[in-house]
C-alpha cells in the first residue's frame, strides 16, 4: 500500500509507525517540517510541509479570520495537489490539530486520525478557542477512522464532532522484546553515573517534562515520604521531551528550587536524553515509576513498565478507566499529595514475592494483547479496510462537486 503520513516527525510516537510501514514492506511519503529518517530509505519520501504564503497580509489586507481562512485554503489546496500526485490508499494524520481540518477540507480519502490524548483534552479546558475546538470537531466529522488509545476518548471525540464518529481503539503498544525484564548489569551503570547507592529504593518520573505532568506533586509527596521508607530512596527525573526548550529549562530551574526548598536536594538526581532504545535501561534502574500528569490519553510509559515487570505509582484519571493498569497498578486519587506519600511508602515497603507475582501477571497481559508487532498487524488491517471500501469513482467527479466536498468546513 502506499501511505501519506502527516505526523511531528521529532516524536518517537510517529517514529515507531513509521518503523512498522516500511519494515512491512509499505510505501510512505511523510509530510512535516521535520524529517524523521536521517538518510535515504527504500520505499520512503519526505515532503516538507505545506504552509500559507500569504500570510504576510494578516492584519492588513485582510482581517485576522479572512487571513486564517484563506491561510487553511491556501494549505489545502497544496495538499489536494500532493494527494493527486501521489494517489495514496490511506491518508494518515498522527496528533489531530490543523493539519487534520486542512486533509479534511482538501477532500483527502481514505482520511484515518490517530488522537494522542493531549491534542484532544486541552480542547476541554476552560480557555480552549472556541474557532479552533470547532474545527477539531469538523477534521473529527470529517474522518474516515480515528485512532484512540484511551477509553474516555470515545466520549470526548463525538462531542467535539457532534455527530457519530467511526472509532477504534488501538495503543501505540510496546516492544516486549525489547522492554522486558533484566538489564541489571545497565541499571547498575545507571546507578553508578547518577551517584545513586546500590540498596537505594529508586522512584522514577519518566513523563514529558511539562507541569501538568504533576512532577512538583510528585516531589512534595516525595519529601513526605521518604523519611518512612525502609531503605534509603531516591527520585530521578527525567527532564526531557518539554514542549519547548525554553520552557524545559525554566521548569527545570523551578524544580530544582522547590527540591532545595523542601530540604531533599541530595535525594534528587536529574536525567538529560536518553535514545528511545536505551529506555528499558531506565526501567532497570528504578524500584517504582511514578506518573501524576493533570490529564492523559493511555500512556504507552504503562506498557513499557508492565512489560519490564516495574511497579506503577498513578493518579487515576478516567482515560486508564477499565484498563489493565487498574488491576495491576496502584491508583490513587487525584488532588492529595498525603495519599500519593502514603502509597510511595506502601510499594517501597511491599514485599518483594507479592509484587513479582503482580507484575508477572501484568507483563503476561501486555504481551498478550499490547505488543507492538499486534497493533501493526490491527493497523494495517484498519488501512486494508478503508482501500477496500473506497467509493467508487471518486477520483472522476466533476470539479465542482470535489471543490464543495473539500470546502464543506
Known amino acids: 500500500m502506499k501511505i501519506l503520513m502527516l505526523a511531528p516527525g521529532r516524536s518517537i510516537h510517529s517514529?515507531?509507525?513509521?518503523?512498522?510501514?516500511?519494515?512491512s514492506g509499505h510505501d510512505v511519503t511523510f509530510v512535516d517540517l521535520d524529517n524523521p529518517c536521517a538518510g535515504p530509505r527504500e520505499r520512503y519520501q519526505f515532503i516538507p510541509r505545506?504552509?500559507?504564503?500569504?500570510?504576510?497580509?494578516?492584519?492588513?489586507?485582510?482581517?485576522?479570520?479572512?487571513?486564517?481562512?484563506?491561510?487553511?485554503?491556501?494549505?489545502a489546496v497544496q495538499l489536494r495537489r500532493l494527494w493527486k500526485r501521489i494517489r495514496p490508499d490511506v491518508v494518515h494524520v498522527h496528533w489531530v490539530d490543523r493539519r487534520a481540518y486542512h486533509c479534511v477540507k482538501a477532500g483527502l480519502k481514505p482520511l484515518v486520525l490517530s488522537v494522542w490524548g493531549t491534542?484532544?483534552?486541552?480542547?476541554?479546558?476552560?480557555?480552549?478557542?472556541?474557532?479552533?475546538?470547532?474545527m477539531i470537531g469538523h477534521a473529527l466529522a470529517g474522518a474516515d477512522r480515528v485512532i484512540v488509545d484511551a477509553p474516555d476518548m470515545f466520549e470526548k471525540c463525538s462531542l467535539l464532532a457532534g455527530d457519530h464518529v467511526h472509532m477504534d481503539m488501538l495503543p501505540l503498544g510496546v516492544d516486549t522484546k525489547a522492554f522486558t525484564p533484566g538489564y541489571q548489569e545497565q541499571g547498575i551503570e545507571w546507578r553508578r553515573r547518577l551517584n545513586i547507592p546500590p540498596a537505594a529504593a529508586v522512584l522514577l518520573s519518566i513523563r514529558a517534562w511539562e507541569a501538568r505532568y504533576g512532577h512538583q506533586i510528585v516531589l512534595e509527596a516525595f519529601q513526605r515520604a521518604l523519611g518512612r521508607f525502609a531503605r534509603p530512596g531516591v527520585l530521578v527525573f527525567k527532564t526531557y521531551n518539554p514542549s519547548s526548550v525554553q520552557e524545559g529549562v525554566t521548569y527545570e530551574?523551578?524544580?530544582?528550587?522547590?527540591?532545595?526548598?523542601?530540604?531533599?536536594?541530595?535525594?534528587?538526581?536529574?536525567?538529560?536524553?536518553?535514545?528511545?532504545?536505551r529506555l528499558p535501561e531506565l526501567y532497570a534502574l528504578a524500584d517504582m515509576i511514578v506518573n501524576y500528569p493533570s490529564m492523559d490519553a493511555f500512556p504507552v510509559t504503562f506498557l513499557e513498565a508492565a512489560a519490564c515487570e516495574r511497579p506503577v505509582l498513578s493518579v487515576r484519571l478516567p482515560a486508564y478507566k477499565g484498563t489493565f493498569a487498574e488491576d495491576y497498578f496502584r491508583?490513587?486519587?487525584?488532588?492529595?499529595?498525603?495519599?500519593?506519600?502514603?502509597?510511595?511508602?506502601?510499594?517501597?515497603?511491599?514485599?518483594?514475592?507479592?509484587?513479582?507475582?503482580?507484575?508477572?501477571?501484568?507483563?503476561?497481559?501486555?504481551?498478550?494483547?499490547?505488543?507492538?508487532?499486534?497493533?501493526?498487524?490491527?493497523?494495517?488491517?484498519?488501512?486494508?479496510?478503508?482501500?477496500?471500501?473506497?467509493?467508487?469513482?471518486?477520483?472522476?467527479?466533476d470539479r465542482g462537486v470535489k471543490w464543495r466536498i473539500a470546502n464543506s468546513a
Do not use: C
Not at 479546558?125 to 475546538?133: G, I
Open 119 to 134: 491534542d484532544i483534552n486541552r480542547l476541554f479546558s476552560a480557555d480552549a478557542d472556541p474557532r479552533y475546538r470547532r
Open 253 to 277: 530551574g523551578e524544580m530544582r528550587s522547590l527540591a532545595e526548598q523542601l530540604g531533599i536536594a541530595d535525594s534528587v538526581r536529574w536525567m538529560h536524553e536518553v535514545p528511545h532504545d
Open 50 to 75: 505545506p504552509h500559507a504564503k500569504w500570510t504576510r497580509y494578516s492584519g492588513t489586507l485582510l482581517s485576522p479570520k479572512l487571513a486564517d481562512e484563506f491561510s487553511n485554503w491556501t494549505v
Open 331 to 397: 491508583m490513587v486519587e487525584p488532588g492529595s499529595v498525603d495519599d500519593l506519600a502514603d502509597a510511595m511508602v506502601e510499594l517501597v515497603n511491599e514485599e518483594p514475592e507479592r509484587r513479582t507475582r503482580r507484575l508477572s501477571r501484568a507483563r503476561q497481559v501486555v504481551r498478550d494483547e499490547y505488543d507492538e508487532r499486534a497493533t501493526t498487524r490491527r493497523l494495517l488491517d484498519i488501512y486494508q479496510g478503508l482501500r477496500s471500501r473506497r467509493i467508487s469513482g471518486y477520483d472522476n467527479l
Open 15 to 23: 517514529q515507531r509507525p513509521l518503523k512498522w510501514l516500511l519494515e
